[in-house]
């Protein structure tokens, strides 16, 4: 029987806020989810809807025994909410989970909203109490007021890099006489539309691209780029061959029509359940509106393309994690306030689902009147916690979900595919047992 009447406040209803306020719910646990939008929107954002996908709408391989595969699985086993409403709302994207970042949003939207024990608040939060339980859960968005707050709670500076976001193209203005459909090294269903560029067509885009006109940046912005997600303007000054080993690599894309590999190859992928929009692979980009018409419309079928969505820069705000959170994701110095998502220093869609699982999972413990207990280090929740918390703190940068986040097996195992299959079954194992007690 819970001991605490009052409410958890979660601050943000975006992925993280959302799971975090299911898992708190679903354990009797009243709730109070405040989200800003639409009283105040943010520069990427376009609907008031709760969990927006705003950079991709790919929820990374569901191809078993992966790394993104495993931390999926072990929210599926966990109850978590959005992994179910993804799959319910799922778009063809190979060996890849993605979905239908409308349909995906308005049914996180609804469920939350239905929820007797969720009470949604549309308003901005500019101040912390120091009382009750809070989830601060805003992701990279962060509004400039709470941005303060949190200094002020941190004690400390915060850190800023910059993010991007992809282009989109209206399906029906591919030129699909110029493309094909494949997967690559056909490992999954041919859901990619696959643009081919032969040397001359890539040396020509290359030069276009490296020459375009970048959007001026503010004063206060500092381009900080995380390693993991670069403009593609910013991969090509790299190198003239960075692409090719990059977002345009066509290894594994033979050309059915030719039988031969392409030079270079842009990917696009399903945007919707209606199949009337594809976003480009790994096309983020810091460039100009009509810059990126006059480069995009180089590349081998998109030569008449409808953009309905341009490439953009957005802030992303976290905070030291190494330095400032516990295992359960609780400030040291508060422990009754707990960070989630992005914003503690996870990277990724799936990663910002499972920082609001845990901390949810933790203030529900917490508001009950336990002590959290940190998922096994074995795990892949666990592992991506652990990171967080214990990296080092001086060059802390957001990370993804990797298997070499996941501590390595007892004994060596030589062959890749197995010793994955291993950690994989050693994690699941590891929380299965914890999920029990």
Known sequence: ?????????????????????????????????????????????????????????????????????????EMRRAGSLLMELARQCAVPAGHALAVDRTAFSAAVTEAISRQPLIRVRREEVTHIEDEGITIIATGPLTSDALSHEITRLIGGTQLFFYDSISPIVEADSIDMSRVYKAARYDKGTADYINCPMSEEEYGRFYGALVAAEAVEARDWERLNYFEACLP???????????????????????????GKQPYAVVQLRQENLRADSYNLVGFQNHLKFGEQARVLRLIPGLENARFLRYGQIHRNTYINGPTLLNECLQLKSQPNI????????????????AAGLMAGMHAAALAAGLEPVAAPRATALGSLVHYVTHAAAKNFQPANITFDLLPPLERKVRDRAERHRLQCGCALAELDAWLKT
């Not at 405040?34 to 008031?48: G, I, N």
């Open 338 to 353: 707990f960070f989630a998502g992005q914003i503690c220093g996870v990277e990724g869609y799936v990663e910002s689902i």
């Open 232 to 258: 593609i303007e910013e991969i090509a000054r790299r190198g003239r061959d960075t692409l090719r080993f990059g977002p345009m690599k066509p290894v594994g894309l033979r050309d059915p029509r030719t």
């Open 1 to 73: 029987m819970l001991t605490r009447v009052f409410p958890v406040l979660i601050i943000g209803a975006g992925l993280a806020g959302s799971e975090a306020a299911w898992q708190l719910a679903r354990r009797g646990v009243p709730v109070e989810l405040y989200e800003m939008r639409p009283a105040r929107s943010t520069p990427t954002h376009q609907t008031a809807d709760f969990a927006e996908l705003v950079c991709s709408n790919s929820l990374k391989s569901d191809t078993e025994n992966t790394a993104p595969w495993l931390l999926k699985e």
